[in-house]
Structure formats: C-alpha cells, structure tokens
C-alpha cells in the first residue's frame, strides 16, 4: 500500500497549489482503498477534499468514480457533515441506509450513535435524510488538520458497498490506513497555496463578472462548481462588494439560467410581511390583502431566489423559511388546499456574522446549518487592489456608454490614484467615485476628442465624498449647506454674475439623492419608487427625471469649480 503514498509524496512535493495537491492525495486514498477491496463488492463512490474555514469554503477537489455520477462537490451537500466534523473534532462514519454514525476510534459495542430520535444529539432534518438517500451506503469523514492540530477542512470518502449494510465500513484496518495516508500527507498539502490564475483576469463578455483578481479567482472556482448545484448557496461579504451581482452570475451559470432571478431584499420588507412576501397570500388572507399576490417562491419558479440580508429575517420567518427549505414546499397564506411546491435555486446573502447571530440567538441554528451548505465569502475591496484598475475602467466605459459619450478612459496616474484608496464601501462606492470623476470630466473644457480622466478630477470626485455612510443625515446635511453658502459669498466676492451658483441649484441635493439612490439599486424604476416616486415610474416619466438630475448635479459641479477657478480680486 505504501506505494500509493510514495508517489502521492513524490507528487505533492511537486505540486504548485493546493489543488495539485489534493487531487494527488485522493489517488492515493483510492488507490489504497481499491488494494483493500479489489472485489466487486465495494466501490468508492466519490471522494472530496474540502478545505474550509469556519464559515465558508476556500477549495474543493472532488473525484467521482465513474463519469455518469454527478460532478462536483456531492460530497459537500451537507452543511451537517462539516458541523459534525467540527463537534467531535475526529473521524466518523456514517452507515446511511441505517441513519447511524460512529466515531472511527470507537470500539465498544454500542458505539453507535442514531441521528435522529429523541435522545440523540444529532437531529434527523429531511436535508440530512435526503443526503443520506443517495447512493452511498457508507461514509467515511476524516479530519484535515495543520500540524498544530487546528481543524483546516475534512475528507468525505462515499462508498457504495451494499453487502455491508450494518456493519462497519471500511473495516478498522482499513480506516487507520486511510486516516495514516491522511496524516502523512496534511503537512504537505496545507502548506501549498490556493491555485490562482497569473495575473487579473478580465472576463470582458461577462458583464456580471467583468474583473476577476487574484482573491477572488479560488472564489469563483468554487461558485462556479456550487452553481450546477440545487443545494441553499450562502454568499456572504462586506456591504457593496457583489453579492447581488455574483448571485445573478451563479444563476445564470446553473442549469436554471433560463428561468427567472427574483430578488427579495428583506431590508425593504416590514419585519411583519416577511413571510407573506416570500410564500404570497390570497384576499382576505390578511386585513389589507385585498387581491392575490404571488410570492417571491412562487415568481422565481423554475428560477432563483436570491433573499439578501439575511440577517434581517425575524424569528418567526426564520421558521418558515426553514420548513421551506426543508420540505420544498410551501403554503400560501389564506389559501386552502394543499402546500404548493417550491421548484427554485434558494441563494442566499448577508454582510453579517451570522455564526455570532446564532451565538447571540439571533438567529437559528438549524437555519444557519440549512443555509451554509454552500458558503463563499467574498473579500471587501481592500483585499482586491489588484481588480481596481480594471474595475474603474469597466465602469467609465458602462457609464459612458450609457451617456453614449464615446470612450473614456483614466490616465496611468489617475487608476493609480484610485488604487491608493481604501474603499470601505467596496464596489459600490468605487462606482460613485468613477460616476462623479466622468461627470465632472465631462463638465470641463476639453480638447476635441480627449476623453481622457487625469488624477486632479479623480481627486475632485474623491473629495466630494462618494463614501456612502448609513448614519445620520443632519450633520452632513447641515455641512452641505454651509458649504453652499459658502460658495454663493464667495462668488459675490469676485463680484461673478448671479446665476452661477443661486439657490435654484440647491435643487442638485434632490438631483443628488436621486442619483445615488439609482447607483445603489442600479436600477431607475427601483429607486424611484425607494424615493417615493412610483407615480412618475408608472407614467415612464422617471427616465426624464433622472436624466434632469444628472443635469442638475452636472450644472453644480460646472458651478462650483468656475467659482473655485476664479480668482480672488
Ligand atoms: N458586475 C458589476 N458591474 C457593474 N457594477 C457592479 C458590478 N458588481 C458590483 N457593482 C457595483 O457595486 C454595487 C454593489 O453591488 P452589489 O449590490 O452586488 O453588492 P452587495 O454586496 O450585494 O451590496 P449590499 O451588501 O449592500 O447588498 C453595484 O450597485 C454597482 O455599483
């Protein structure tokens, strides 16, 4: 057997990335287990090397036996086994036909422990039922740990070995050489880096995902093996940093892309309606509900559903959502008859610790089990330098073809004086900045033909604050104010002609909101209802409004930098 392990050793040494690596430690696992078991009677299945944090997943290589068994990542459709792996901190398997675990150094007769059943620790959810109805009949978990013994992902080995239902498989001999393979090999494996593609890769087709750094690159691996997957997807990260759009990209990646992608934000949903939004209710169901209105469940159909801020569900939808997910199925309110089907992708985002919302029993356990089958993290921009540039560049040209300005682009200094920035607001705030830069470039006199942005109007953009802050609005209010008056003094000084900057232009604070609130939703008729205004989105008269918005804010800034050009007398 220890031939397996030489050449797995020989390779790893050789390997460039952790999933070189990987793939050549699951030869030697199965190479080793076919020696044990060369008879008919025994296969492994699938086998799958996950490496993980606590919350979300970094790599995975997975092996399948035989062509026609599902790609991918089988091994990773339940949260549980990672939960499991995480509580008893060593190995166990798992006899799936009789829904019993044990610990593999456990020799005692009634070492057995039932999942499910009153007194047992480990409950019996369907998603844990439906795992366990696969073809395996027997799984084999194995811990991956540093060399300090800290837990860095786990092992599933799957076997289809039917004859040995009930009885302890592999057997003990057979465990402690794949558990020694293991072992051996961790120190290796865990110390190669995470393959990456070379330099920023720009995916210019893909207007969801144009920019792909280095960070993000292992991410999107993964995404893009989770999304031919049926199973909850869990996309979490700082505020602005994608997750809406990389859901919208893992739908249109999945075998429902054809279908619909319905969003339900649950920060725009009264705490109170959060479940009647989800499943939908009939008149009468509700004081209020005085027609039929579909779900989000019932619209994404055939789709996916993308619920982001999770965090905000309340308890009691919490609940709800967990027996949908659970059971693919729901009811709508106030309707009779039966439960209704649930056929939809359920993807889900949040930007908050949702394990310290459990430990603050904020949010449910089980729930959090149920969601986290599929968890990637997303890093802020911050960790993603290497993507600005080509971010800002995607940006000024979308912003310019919107404007059907021709092109545009940065100087060298100007991406560099972009790159130099922190970017708390990730994404989102690095496309204010990039619209407020070519509105202001626009505004100025130009050279025929020089669309060109230089770092001073990048620092201008910069200065006039596209740092989005969720906190009060009286002080920055009140600053804004000072400010313009400020200006209108020091235009009277230079004795320049009224009308530069007069109080009509103060206007710009409503043109102002209006364009940050189509930049935050990305999308004219959303904000323009966010803000009220569903009036002027019925009668289509909202494209008109925001395109004398953009002139309001354009004229402002026009104003404002003659002001500051002109010279003191
Ligand atoms: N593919 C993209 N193309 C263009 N702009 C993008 C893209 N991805 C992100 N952005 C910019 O970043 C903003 C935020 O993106 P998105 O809404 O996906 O982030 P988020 O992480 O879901 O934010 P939040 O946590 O606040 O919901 C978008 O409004 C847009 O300005």
């Given at each position: 057997?220890?031939?397996?392990?030489?050449?797995?050793?020989?390779?790893?040494?050789?390997?460039?990335?952790?999933?070189?690596?990987?793939?050549?430690?699951?030869?030697?696992?199965?190479?080793?287990?076919?020696?044990?078991?060369?008879?008919?009677?025994?296969?492994?299945?699938?086998?799958?090397?996950?490496?993980?944090?606590?919350?979300?997943?970094?790599?995975?290589?997975?092996?399948?036996?035989?062509?026609?068994?599902?790609?991918?990542?089988?091994?990773?459709?339940?949260?549980?086994?990672?939960?499991?792996?995480?509580?008893?901190?060593?190995?166990?398997?798992?006899?799936?036909?009789?829904?019993?675990?044990?610990?593999?150094?456990?020799?005692?007769?009634?070492?057995?422990?039932?999942?499910?059943?009153?007194?047992?620790?480990?409950?019996?959810?369907?998603?844990?039922?439906?795992?366990?109805?696969?073809?395996?009949?027997?799984?084999?978990?194995?811990?991956?740990?540093?060399?300090?013994?800290?837990?860095?992902?786990?092992?599933?080995?799957?076997?289809?070995?039917?004859?040995?239902?009930?009885?302890?498989?592999?057997?003990?001999?057979?465990?402690?050489?794949?558990?020694?393979?293991?072992?051996?090999?961790?120190?290796?494996?865990?110390?190669?880096?995470?393959?990456?593609?070379?330099?920023?890769?720009?995916?210019?087709?893909?207007?969801?995902?144009?920019?792909?750094?280095?960070?993000?690159?292992?991410?999107?691996n993964l995404l893009k093996a989770f999304a031919h997957h049926d199973e909850c997807l869990?996309?979490?990260?700082?505020?602005?940093?994608?997750?809406?759009?990389?859901?919208?990209?893992?739908?249109?990646?999945?075998?429902?892309?054809?279908?619909?992608?319905?969003?339900?934000?649950?920060?725009?949903?009264?705490?109170?309606?959060?479940?009647?939004?989800?499943?939908?209710?009939?008149?009468?169901?509700?004081?209020?509900?005085?027609?039929?209105?579909?779900?989000?469940?019932?619209?994404?159909?055939?789709?996916?559903?993308?619920?982001?801020?999770?965090?905000?569900?309340?308890?009691?939808?919490?609940?709800?959502?967990?027996?949908?997910?659970?059971?693919?199925?729901?009811?709508?309110?106030?309707?009779?008859?039966?439960?209704?089907?649930?056929?939809?992708?359920?993807?889900?985002?949040?930007?908050?610790?949702?394990?310290?919302?459990?430990?603050?029993?904020?949010?449910?356990?089980?729930?959090?089990?149920?969601?986290?089958?599929?968890?990637?993290?997303?890093?802020?921009?911050?960790?993603?330098?290497?993507?600005?540039?080509?971010?800002?560049?995607?940006?000024?040209?979308?912003?310019?073809?919107?404007?059907?300005?021709?092109?545009?682009?940065?100087?060298?200094?100007?991406?560099?004086?972009?790159?130099?920035?922190?970017?708390?607001?990730?994404?989102?705030?690095?496309?204010?900045?990039?619209?407020?830069?070519?509105?202001?470039?626009?505004?100025?006199?130009?050279?025929?033909?020089?669309?060109?942005?230089?770092?001073?109007?990048?620092?201008?953009?910069?200065?006039?604050?596209?740092?989005?802050?969720?906190?009060?609005?009286?002080?920055?209010?009140?600053?804004?104010?000072?400010?313009?008056?400020?200006?209108?003094?020091?235009?009277?000084?230079?004795?320049?002609?009224?009308?530069?900057?007069?109080?009509?232009?103060?206007?710009?604070?409503?043109?102002?909101?209006?364009?940050?609130?189509?930049?935050?939703?990305?999308?004219?008729?959303?904000?323009?209802?966010?803000?009220?205004?569903?009036?002027?989105?019925?009668?289509?008269?909202?494209?008109?409004?925001?395109?004398?918005?953009?002139?309001?804010?354009?004229?402002?800034?026009?104003?404002?930098?003659?002001?500051?050009?002109?010279?003191?007398?």
């Amino acid at each position: 057997m220890y031939i397996y392990l030489r050449s797995a050793l020989a390779r790893l040494n050789q390997a460039q990335s952790f999933e070189a690596g990987a793939d050549a430690l699951l030869d030697a696992l199965q190479g080793g287990f076919e020696r044990a078991h060369p008879g008919r009677d025994a296969a492994l299945h699938q086998s799958a090397v996950h490496l993980r944090t606590d919350q979300s997943y970094v790599s995975l290589v997975t092996r399948n036996a035989s062509p026609s068994t599902t790609p991918t990542c089988e091994g990773a459709r339940s949260a549980e086994l990672w939960n499991w792996t995480r509580r008893f901190g060593r190995s166990f398997i798992v006899d799936t036909r009789l829904h019993r675990l044990r610990l593999t150094d456990d020799t005692t007769e009634g070492g057995w422990l039932d999942l499910g059943g009153e007194s047992s620790p480990l409950p019996l959810t369907a998603s844990v039922v439906r795992f366990l109805e696969q073809e395996a009949t027997h799984l084999l978990v194995i811990p991956l740990c540093t060399s300090q013994s800290a837990l860095a992902g786990m092992i599933t080995l799957e076997f289809c070995a039917p004859t040995y239902t009930g009885e302890f498989f592999p057997p003990q001999a057979g465990i402690e050489a794949l558990e020694s393979y293991v072992e051996l090999l961790a120190h290796a494996l865990l110390h190669l880096p995470v393959k990456v593609p070379g330099p920023t890769e720009t995916l210019r087709d893909d207007p969801l995902l144009p920019v792909v750094g280095r960070a993000m690159a292992p991410r999107v691996n993964l995404l893009k093996a989770f999304a031919h997957h049926d199973e909850c997807l869990l996309i979490a990260g700082p505020t602005g940093c994608g997750k809406s759009r990389i859901a919208r990209w893992c739908h249109s990646q999945s075998r429902h892309g054809d279908g619909p992608f319905e969003v339900l934000d649950l920060l725009t949903v009264p705490e109170a309606m959060q479940m009647a939004h989800l499943v939908g209710w009939r008149r009468g169901a509700f004081s209020g509900a005085t027609s039929h209105v579909d779900g989000a469940v019932t619209r994404a159909r055939g789709g996916t559903l993308f619920i982001d801020e999770i965090d905000k569900l309340s308890l009691e939808t919490q609940a709800g959502l967990l027996h949908l997910l659970e059971e693919r199925s729901f009811q709508v309110l106030g309707e009779s008859g039966g439960r209704r089907q649930a056929e939809v992708r359920f993807i889900v985002g949040t930007n908050a610790d949702l394990q310290h919302e459990v430990s603050e029993g904020r949010f449910r356990e089980d729930l959090y089990y149920r969601i986290n089958v599929l968890p990637v993290e997303l890093p802020p921009l911050a960790e993603r330098s290497d993507e600005i540039a080509a971010w800002a560049a995607f940006m000024l040209r979308r912003c310019a073809n919107d404007a059907g300005a021709g092109a545009w682009s940065f100087t060298p200094e100007a991406l560099r004086t972009l790159e130099a920035q922190r970017w708390p607001g990730n994404l989102r705030e690095l496309d204010n900045v990039v619209r407020r830069a070519f509105i202001i470039a626009r505004s100025r006199p130009e050279p025929e033909g020089a669309h060109t942005i230089p770092p001073g109007v990048v620092e201008r953009a910069l200065s006039l604050g596209g740092r989005p802050e969720r906190t009060s609005i009286s002080a920055p209010l009140e600053q804004a104010a000072r400010a313009f008056i400020h200006l209108a003094l020091r235009a009277r000084e230079r004795g320049m002609p009224a009308g530069g900057l007069d109080l009509d232009l103060s206007e710009a604070f409503s043109a102002y909101i209006i364009e940050q609130a189509v930049a935050w939703t990305d999308d004219k008729a959303e904000a323009f209802c966010l803000l009220g205004c569903a009036n002027l989105v019925e009668h289509k008269n909202h494209h008109r409004r925001y395109r004398r918005a953009q002139e309001a804010v354009a004229a402002l800034l026009r104003a404002e930098s003659d002001i500051l050009q002109e010279p003191p007398r």
